[in-house]
């Protein structure tokens, strides 16, 4: 209609039409039409930062397809229009080229964007101006020389291993070498700004490389990993295979120092990622003031374990966190679109293995591993991205892998298709070759000269190393037990039994009474309830000077701080206690204000005390972490019920258990775990105690189960004063945490030490030996004394399980060699509890020990608390019987 009225003569149409035309003639003038075009764009552009980054170039094994329909729309407008960008804050306006440039480098070329879904507007606007590519950084051609040089290395030290270590497993960097190049960049931004330190985690693939390469392990390292020397000298020392091994060391870049570090780890993939941020967080309390500004973690992933790994999610939520706070984290996840042998349409639900990372609101960047120059754009930006807002940062390398999983796999077993592609493939050292050599930045002679040289100098470090006669001790030798650890030297059995003296005055433990009972400043109004609870032990205390578990375990604490040790204890519900028997901070019933009394024993020393994420992998991994940086802090994780710690036995296993021996690395760790059959079912009743015996071995850990407020007093207290640090699991209380039995008085607290076995004083007339740990000694004695048998009884309670103190169990059995029958009592299942290893261990002594405990049981616990009763009577009982 519109038409036939355009085309129609004056006065052919009733007036009335001119009118209702008005509006149609507007919308067809140039103004409109400029608007129309620009809203248009402004809807492909939102469609970019929503969807470019499938059309980048950055998949070496997409199978073509419509790549970029954006890219074509984007193409349909005219060039030369000026664009107002309303909603390109910070850009003013662009010529349509401009603008087509911008997306296409950020979204279609080699790198792929995403970061619509930041909501924080400064965030994204600040990430827009990095991204115009008139703000990108100059590219000098020594740089571009350095990078080659980079890559040229990665490449032909794997040639080289390859060459003259045939079939040994290296994992190596081929494919993916660009990765150093992007290390080194941060290595070079990081002296230029407030960094002093760089952590790096990271799984196997290319950390050979990355050690020699980026960390300057010593090349004869290197090449005596691949001698693999037999040496008798060292055979207990069981170490771990070369692609888990760590470094520190002190590099020279552009002639100023960085500390570099990367983790130890074991072939629990992405297990090392809370673990590094742990020891980052310890590092920036104890070393940095607080600043995380200087220091950097940089954590480096699988795309398969990325997404596969729960720890990973776990740990990404640590991110905004206070107590795990690191000021953010630079990640890479090295993408050679297979895990194992498995392709991504196996490994993954998501297009990208980084999708998780989005619930951060963290840029994601993914970028072509084999553009080297946008790699390090990328970097640098993430760098400056995280040093501005302390928060995560990730980019993904999309490469390939050369060989198969290792070495010695033969990839088209399984991925034939992928691997003929990748067998045309050039390295990414002879692509940049190549382009600096068409661009005259470097010429045949020179580069020639570059690999040269570096063959020269691998082959040299191999005759070294084989002419050796020590291959072994280069692999770790003089790298254990530096630094803030010298004087925490591994220790023998006796230092490890040994008694040590942890008394505390008697004025400063009654300030410690006084402050957490006493001194609250009136605007704190906790909970009446609370403040009762509070009185009533103050009372018991004055009466007494029995002191019970929790207040106990705040006089420990305080009188660490008071001497100068930190202390940290985190775990699900630690604040108030599992049992609402701790209190360690005070709440303002109307503001939520916290007040923390132990917080006035501060001394040179922080106290930090926090409720952690409901997770206990990723947790206990971090204060792992956080000990090993930290041998001056009573570290502690505390788990709510003992029986969830499996679900983070992998920590247990790989890093707790078997950290120094495999790699010389110690910590000094408190694990709480609250143990103890009370009728609670099958799940919150026992911690494992026999999983962690079976565990120890090589004086590797400490377990105890202390049976009095006293003993875990001297206990954690003893974990720094002892003269060496290892990690400690102890078996806590649940239902005797207000007990009178065990609360101890004043008096064991201003004298002593942990004692590791405890005998009753003999009187020569007993007819029986009770041999026990935890808190069943209370109940068997409570019974004893109520039938009057006490007198019958000696009493040998074994408050550390291991190392166990064998000559003092040795010289109470000597002693008192009237005792005929001696019984180990346990309340757990004959195949639980300390039982087969009690037995074991004390073979040699002439006791013939009996068992009396609940029978072998597939459960650690009745799920009935009446049948609890029931049985837990019958142990008591049948222990009892002979002392009649
Ligand atoms: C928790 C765990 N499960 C299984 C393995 C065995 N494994 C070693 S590497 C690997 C594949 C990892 O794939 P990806 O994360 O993509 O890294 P890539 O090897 O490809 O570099 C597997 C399954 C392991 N090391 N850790």
């Known amino acids: 209609m519109y038409n036939k009225y355009k085309q129609s003569t004056d006065g052919e149409m009733p007036p009335a039409w001119d009118a209702f035309f008005e509006g149609f003639k507007i919308g067809e003038s140039e103004v409109v039409g400029r608007i129309t075009q620009e809203l248009k764009l402004n809807e492909l552009i939102e469609e970019f930062r929503a969807n470019g980054h499938k059309c980048a170039n950055t998949r070496l094994f997409d199978e073509g397809g419509e790549r970029c329909s954006l890219y074509e729309k984007l193409e349909a407008f005219e060039n030369s229009a000026k664009y107002i960008a309303p909603i390109f804050a910070g850009f003013g306006s662009l010529t349509v080229e401009e603008l087509k440039q911008y997306l296409k480098n950020n979204f279609t070329e080699n790198v792929g964007i995403e970061f ?26 020594d740089k571009q020389k350095k990078w080659l040089n980079l890559l040229l290395k990665a490449t ?45 985690a990271m799984a196997h693939r290319g950390r050979v490389n990355v050690l020699a ?7 004869e390292n290197v090449m005596a990993a691949f001698e693999e020397g037999k040496n008798e000298k060292h055979a207990q020392e069981l170490g771990d295979v070369k692609y888990h091994l760590g470094f520190t060391n002190k590099i020279n870049v552009n002639g100023k120092e960085l500390t570099v570090s990367l983790a130890f780890n074991p072939s629990h993939l992405e ?8 020891k980052v967080r310890a590092k920036i309390m104890n070393q940095f003031r607080n600043k995380a500004e200087s220091i950097l973690p940089v954590i480096v992933h699988g795309d398969a374990a990325f997404i596969g790994q729960g720890i990973v999610t776990e740990t990404l939520n640590f991110s905004q966190l206070k107590p795990y706070s690191v000021g953010g984290s630079v990640h890479f996840i090295i993408n050679n679109e297979l895990g194992f042998t498995a392709d991504s349409s196996e490994t993954r639900s998501s297009i990208y293995c980084t999708n998780f990372a989005k619930a951060l609101e963290a840029p994601i960047f993914h970028v072509n591993g084999n553009d080297v120059e946008t790699l390090c754009r990328i970097t640098k930006l993430a760098f400056e991205f995280r040093q501005k807002f302390n928060r995560d940062i990730f980019i993904e390398i999309c490469c390939y892998r050369k060989h198969g999983h290792n070495e010695m796999d033969e990839p088209r077993y399984t ?22 050599l068409r661009a005259k930045i470097i010429n045949t002679d020179e580069s020639e000269q570059l690999e040269q040289t570096y063959n020269s100098f691998l082959e040299e470090k191999q005759k070294a190393t084989r002419s050796s006669a020590d291959k072994n001790s280069y692999i770790l030798g003089d790298v254990a037990f530096q630094g803030r650890w010298t004087k925490y030297k591994p220790p023998s059995f006796e230092k490890m039994i040994e008694l040590v003296e942890t008394p505390i005055t008697a004025k400063l433990l009654n300030q410690i009474v006084d402050a957490v009972h006493k001194n609250i ?16 032990r103050l009372e018991k205390y004055q009466q007494s000077t029995n002191i019970v578990w929790a207040l106990g375990e705040l006089i420990s604490f305080g009188s660490l701080l008071a001497e100068g040790y930190s202390v940290r204890l985190v775990g699900q519900d630690s604040i108030r206690g599992t049992f609402s028997q701790r209190h360690i901070v005070y709440l303002d019933q109307v503001t939520g204000a916290r007040y923390i009394p132990l917080d006035k024993f501060e001394n040179n020393s922080n106290f930090e005390v926090y409720n952690s994420p ?15 940086s930290s041998p001056n802090c009573l570290t502690i994780w505390e788990a709510q019920f003992g029986d969830f710690i499996n679900g983070a036995q992998v920590i247990v296993d790989q890093f707790i258990i078997s950290s120094e021996q495999k790699w010389k690395r110690a910590s000094g760790l408190v694990l709480l775990l609250p143990h103890g059959q009370e009728g609670q079912g099958p799940d919150h009743s026992s911690a494992r105690i026999e999983r962690f015996l079976q565990l120890a071995g090589q004086l590797n850990i400490q377990i105890a189960q202390p049976t009095t407020s006293a003993q875990y007093f001297h206990l954690l207290r003893r974990q720094m004063h002892q003269e060496f640090r290892k990690p400690l699991i102890i078996f806590t209380p649940k239902s005797m945490l207000r007990s009178e039995l065990n609360a101890s008085p004043a008096d064991h607290f201003v004298s002593g030490g942990f004692l590791n076995v405890i005998s009753s004083e003999s009187s020569k007339n007993e007819k029986v030996g009770i041999v026990c740990t935890g808190k069943i000694y209370w109940e068997l004695y409570a019974e004893a004394k109520a039938l ?41 299942g004959q195949n639980s509890g300390g039982w087969f290893f009690v037995k074991l261990s004390t073979m040699s002594l002439k006791w013939n020990l009996k068992y009396v405990g609940r029978p072998v049981s597939a459960v650690p616990a009745e799920g009935n608390a009446a049948l609890h009763e029931l049985n837990q009577h019958k142990i008591i009982e049948q222990a009892l019987r002979k002392a009649r």
């Open 116 to 141: 619509s879904h930041i909501s924080d507007h400064d965030t994204r606007q600040w990430l827009e101006e990095k991204l115009n590519p008139s703000n990108f950084p100059q590219i000098t051609p």
């Open 156 to 200: 032909q030290l794997e040639e080289f291993l390859q060459t003259h270590y045939p079939g040994k497993k290296r994992f190596s960097l081929e494919g993916a070498e660009s990765f150093i190049c992007a290390l080194h960049e941060l290595s070079e931004l990081a002296v230029d700004s407030t960094i002093k330190e760089i952590e790096l």
């Open 213 to 219: 390469n980026f960390l300057n392990w010593p090349m």
């Open 271 to 278: 297990f090392v990622y809370p673990v590094i941020l742990g």
């Open 415 to 436: 991925n034939p298709k992928m691997y003929n592609k990748i067998q045309k493939l050039k390295p990414v050292s002879a692509i940049y070759k190549d382009k600096l």
């Open 521 to 536: 400043p009136q605007e704190i109004h906790i909970l009446p309830k609370l403040a009762r609870a509070l009185e009533r």
């Open 614 to 628: 409901l997770s206990e992998n990723s947790t206990l991994a971090f204060e792992f972490g956080y000990s090993l």
């Open 788 to 828: 009057e048998l006490l007198p019958n009884i000696l009493w040998v309670r074994l408050e550390q399980l291991y190392p166990l103190d064998i000559n003092k169990l040795k010289n109470i059995v000597e002693v008192n060699d009237h005792i005929l029958d001696w019984q180990w009592v346990q309340e757990e």
